[in-house]
């Protein structure tokens, strides 16, 4: 009988060693110690043993219960450690693991700039106008009273289509398209790309963008186109501005001139940016040329108005502190991310 027990015990050592779930142990606890167990049938037994053995036997047997009950508990606890050791390396959470950032989109700072334009036209009374960016001949560059023979027509300096429409090379033709529709007073900005067979350099892309702003009006004189534009400057880039004009030549303006800011990457010391001169052309202002005004069939005797195109590059290279446009059509994300709006 005590060889017996003893082997039950044995045979509990070996099988607990082996056992690595909490179901293999309640498999192992119903073998040694369910009503079928050794153990059980053992304790039947007993009456079978002389009455003075009996005691002896019956503590054996109770001592080996006992212990066969502790072992398995212990082993329970041992599995629950186990258990709940794996779930927490499991759900471990590493807070020094490099975060997950967003990817969030950000307004490009040429747009972030034509919203502060729109903004500071909209305060003296502008409305804002559109055009298509595919134009005709006639808007382009007929209706601006710009000869027949004019260079900016030429195929070096213009996008042609296959149909003779051409990429429009400012937004001036928005002038004529709006004149067209209504009747003075009229005060509009257009903002939108223009397209020029320009070699692209620190100053100049192929596809840049202008704001063309169109004022006309009975008694509108020299001194408010100065007075807006001087406005302007001030508004967009802080009263410090060093902003000079040149008297010039456009077909569509006359008398015509050209703002310049001081050089934005040599502050008027002359570089490639502005060629040697210490100057950035901002761009072209005038009168209305009378002309212009007969064509959208204005009365000259009673309307005049001024007009003027700005680069929105340049005035966002300026703005930015940016040595070079292409910079703006590069999507460099480092550039994007440091001018997020
Ligand atoms: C014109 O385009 C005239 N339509 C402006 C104007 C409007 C004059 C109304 C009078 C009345 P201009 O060709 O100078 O003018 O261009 C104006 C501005 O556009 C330039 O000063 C410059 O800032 C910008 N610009 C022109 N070409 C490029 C280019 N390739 N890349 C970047 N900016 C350019």
Same mark, same amino acid.
């Given at each position: *009988?005590?060889?017996?027990?003893?082997?039950?015990?044995? =045979?509990?050592?070996?099988?607990?060693?082996?056992?690595?779930?909490?179901?293999? !142990?309640?498999?192992?606890?119903?073998?040694?110690?369910?009503?079928?167990?050794?153990?059980?049938?053992?304790?039947?037994?007993?009456?079978?043993?002389?009455?003075?053995?009996?005691?002896?036997?019956?503590?054996?047997?109770?001592?080996?219960?006992?212990?066969?009950? =502790?072992?398995?508990?212990?082993?329970?606890?041992?599995?629950?450690?186990?258990?709940?050791?794996?779930?927490?390396?499991?759900?471990?959470?590493?807070?020094?693991?490099? &975060?997950?950032?967003?990817?969030?989109?950000?307004?490009?700072?040429?747009?972030?700039?034509?919203?502060?334009?729109?903004?500071?036209?909209?305060?003296?009374? $502008?409305?804002?106008?559109?055009?298509?960016?595919?134009?005709?001949?006639?808007?382009?560059?007929?209706? !601006?009273?710009?000869?027949?023979?004019?260079?900016?027509?030429?195929?070096?300096? #213009?996008?042609?289509?296959?149909?003779?429409?051409?990429?429009?090379?400012? #937004?001036?033709?928005? =002038?004529?398209?709006? *004149?067209?529709?209504?009747?003075?007073?009229?005060?509009? +900005?257009?903002?939108?790309?223009?397209?020029?067979?320009?070699?692209?350099?620190?100053?100049?892309?192929? +596809?840049?963008? =202008?704001?063309?702003?169109?004022?006309?009006?009975?008694?509108?004189? $020299?001194?408010?186109?100065?007075?807006? *534009?001087?406005?302007?400057?001030?508004?967009?880039?802080?009263?410090?501005?060093?902003?000079?004009?040149?008297?010039?030549?456009?077909?569509?303006?006359?008398?015509? &001139?050209?703002?310049?800011?001081?050089?934005?990457?040599?502050?008027?010391?002359?570089?490639?940016?502005?060629?040697?001169?210490?100057?950035?052309?901002?761009?072209?202002?005038?009168?209305?040329?009378?002309?212009?005004?007969?064509? +959208?069939?204005?009365?000259?005797?009673?309307?005049?108005?001024?007009? $003027?195109?700005?680069?929105?590059?340049?005035? #966002?290279?300026?703005?930015?502190?940016?040595?070079?446009?292409?910079?703006?059509?590069?999507?460099?994300?480092?550039?994007?991310?440091?001018?997020?709006?």
């Amino acid at each position: *009988m005590e060889a017996k027990i003893k082997n039950i015990k044995d =045979q509990l050592d070996i099988q607990l060693k082996k056992c690595k779930t909490v179901q293999e !142990l309640n498999e192992i606890k119903v073998r040694f110690f369910g009503k079928k167990s050794e153990l059980s049938s053992l304790l039947g037994k007993i009456r079978e043993i002389s009455p003075e053995k009996r005691p002896i036997i019956g503590k054996l047997i109770n001592d080996a219960k006992q212990k066969i009950g =502790q072992a398995i508990n212990h082993k329970k606890r041992e599995l629950e450690d186990i258990a709940y050791q794996t779930s927490l390396e499991k759900e471990l959470l590493d807070i020094t693991m490099p &975060a997950n950032v967003p990817q969030i989109g950000a307004r490009h700072p040429i747009y972030t700039v034509q919203e502060e334009l729109e903004d500071i036209f909209s305060y003296l009374g $502008f409305e804002v106008a559109e055009g298509p960016d595919i134009e005709t001949e006639y808007y382009n560059f007929d209706a !601006l009273n710009t000869p027949k023979n004019h260079p900016s027509r030429s195929i070096r300096d #213009t996008f042609y289509t296959k149909s003779g429409a051409l990429l429009r090379t400012h #937004t001036s033709p928005v =002038q004529i398209r709006i *004149m067209e529709k209504y009747q003075p007073p009229i005060k509009i +900005v257009a903002i939108g790309r223009c397209y020029r067979n320009d070699k692209p350099d620190a100053s100049h892309m192929p +596809v840049f963008h =202008q704001i063309e702003a169109l004022v006309v009006d009975e008694g509108i004189s $020299f001194a408010d186109l100065k007075g807006t *534009m001087d406005y302007f400057v001030k508004q967009m880039f802080g009263v410090n501005i060093r902003s000079r004009f040149r008297p010039h030549f456009f077909p569509f303006t006359e008398p015509s &001139a050209e703002m310049d800011i001081l050089c934005v990457n040599c502050k008027g010391k002359g570089c490639r940016v502005c060629k040697g001169s210490g100057w950035l052309e901002l761009g072209g202002a005038g009168m209305v040329d009378p002309s212009v005004l007969e064509e +959208v069939g204005y009365d000259t005797e009673k309307f005049t108005g001024f007009a $003027f195109g700005f680069g929105i590059d340049r005035i #966002t290279m300026l703005k930015y502190n940016i040595p070079y446009i292409r910079i703006l059509f590069q999507n460099d994300l480092r550039f994007l991310k440091m001018h997020r709006a």
